[in-house]
């Protein structure tokens, strides 16, 4: 199975601030890897799907890179609806299917 | 707009069973592969499991911790995907989440399943 490991799994910052998330696939997945979302109470949402391909309506201040074993999500101006939870996936191999262990980004 | 409604959740006995259902809407549901996803309290997501469309023989594959266990099934004409969970241990309490496509690009509300003597 291919491991994702995400860091860090908690971070605290200002409204403004740039902030940055790191997801390592434990083997090569190409450009498959997708980000996600999840507010408190809500399912979660894909804001990035295919490494950088951000998804309708979601704000341009998301952006995700990276390909192979290391990929990135940036928010590049952190704003209060931002908070919450977010999770990378490698849809690379379908079966199984992972998730990395999640961020809790939350504002000062 | 597409729409994932999931049910069927609730309170059940270790070691006893729950069929949970997904109805679809809004999209070509026969085309899509259809996911399962968990998530425990304060934890993290859990994939517990896909079935593929018919071009692809309606595959299925299971996580590992599952394995055995779950069923994932689908009715095209009805739009709906099935869970069909058995044997069921406390570690299987979450809010299950049926979704669109291996990206998962879209998500149910989720129904919660709680496993508890």
């Known amino acids: 199975d291919i491991q994702m490991t995400q860091s860090p799994s908690s971070l605290s910052a200002f409204v403004g601030d740039r902030v940055t998330i790191t997801c390592r696939a434990s083997?090569?997945?190409?450009?498959?890897l997708n980000w996600y979302q999840q507010k408190p109470g809500k399912a979660p949402r894909l804001l990035i799907q295919?490494?950088?391909s951000l998804q309708s309506g979601v704000p341009s201040r998301f952006s995700g890179s990276g390909s192979g074993t290391d990929f990135t999500l940036t928010i590049s101006s952190l704003q209060p609806e931002d908070s919450g939870s977010y999770y990378c996936?490698?849809?690379?191999?379908?079966?199984?299917?992972?998730f990395g262990g999640g961020t809790k980004v939350e504002i000062k | 707009e597409v729409q994932l409604v999931e049910s069927g959740g609730g309170l059940v006995h270790p070691g006893g069973s729950l069929k949970l259902s997904c109805v679809a809407s809004?999209?070509?549901?026969?085309?899509?592969?259809m996911h399962w996803v968990r998530q425990a309290s304060g934890k993290g997501l859990e994939w517990v499991g896909r079935?593929?469309?018919?071009?692809?023989?309606?595959?299925?594959a299971y996580a590992a911790s599952v394995k055995g266990r779950f069923t994932i099934s689908r009715d095209d004409s009805k739009n709906t995907a099935f869970l069909e969970m058995n044997s069921l241990e406390t570690e299987d309490t979450a809010i299950y989440y049926c979704?669109?496509?291996?990206?998962?690009?879209?998500w149910g509300q989720g129904t919660l399943v709680t496993v508890s003597s």
């Open positions: 295919a490494a950088s």
């Open positions: 996936q490698q849809s690379y191999s379908s079966s199984p299917v992972t």
């Open positions: 979704t669109r496509g291996t990206s998962s690009d879209f």
């Open positions: 083997q090569g997945v190409g450009t498959y």
């Open positions: 079935i593929r469309s018919r071009p692809n023989n309606y595959a299925t």
């Open positions: 809004g999209f070509t549901f026969s085309g899509s592969a």
